[in-house]
C-alpha cells in the first residue's frame, strides 16, 4: 500500500502471500486507508510496536532485580546477611523468579506476606517484606528501565505499604540453672573467643555491638566500671 499523508509518503507492506489472500489484503488495505486519511501514521505505529516488543523482550525480571540487589549488597561487604536474603527470597519467591519484574503488583505481595505469616510466622513476613522493598528500591534509585517503553523505568514499590504482620514482643531472663547450662555448653565448645564474648554479654547485659565496639580505654579497672 502507498498512499500520502500530510505531505508524506507512506508505503506499507500489509503481508505476504500465501499467508493472506487477496480479498484479506484488499479488507486490510481498506481499513489503513481509513486510518490514514484520519491522520494515523501506521507505519510509524507499527515500527514502535515492533520497538516495544523488543524492548519488553528485554525487560528485566525478578530474577534479574535480585541478582543486582545480591551484588550490590555484596560490594557492600554484607556477604553474610545477602546469603540468608537469598534463601529467604528464592525459597518465598521462586515462582516470581522468571517473570516480568514490573508485573509483579502490590496485592501480590501483599497476599504472599499474608501466607507467610501463616505458614512461617510474623518475623520471617515481615523480614521478606524488607528485603522486597530493598530489591525494588534499588531497582528505582538505579532508574532501571522496565522494559515496557524507552523511557519508562521503575518508579514504584510494590512491597510498600503492605501490612506487616504484628510481632509480640518476648522477654525472658536466664535463670542461675540456665547460667550454669551455658557455661557448660560453651565450654564444650572449645572456643574461647566466643566463650569469653557470650560470658561477657551475659555478665554486663551489653548488646552484641556495644561489646563489639568496645575498647580497653572503656574500661576503668581500679574502679570496676565501664
Known sequence: LQLRSKGEMIRFTIGRHPEWTLAQAREKADELRTAIAHGENPKAQREAAERNEEREADAPTFSDLCERFYA????????R???????????????????????????????????IAVERGPVAAR???????????????ERLPTGRKYDEIFLSNPADSVKVAKVKRREHFLTAEETERVKIE?????????SAFVLLGLLTGARKNELLKSRWEHFDFKARTW
Do not use: Y
Not at 91 to 114: F, N, Q, T, Y
Not at 188 to 194: C, D, E, L, P, S
Open 72 to 79: 550490590h549488597s555484596k560490594a557492600g561487604d554484607h556477604h
Open 81 to 115: 546477611a545477602i546469603e540468608w536474603t537469598r534463601r529467604r527470597i528464592e525459597g518465598s519467591c521462586s515462582g516470581w523468579m522468571p517473570r516480568k519484574a514490573i508485573e509483579i503488583k502490590h496485592a501480590e505481595v501483599a497476599a504472599l506476606h499474608d501466607r
Open 127 to 141: 523480614n521478606l517484606i524488607a528485603n522486597l522493598k530493598a530489591v525494588f528500591n534499588l531497582a528505582i534509585a
Open 186 to 194: 560453651l565450654a564444650k565448645a572449645g572456643n574461647w573467643q566466643i
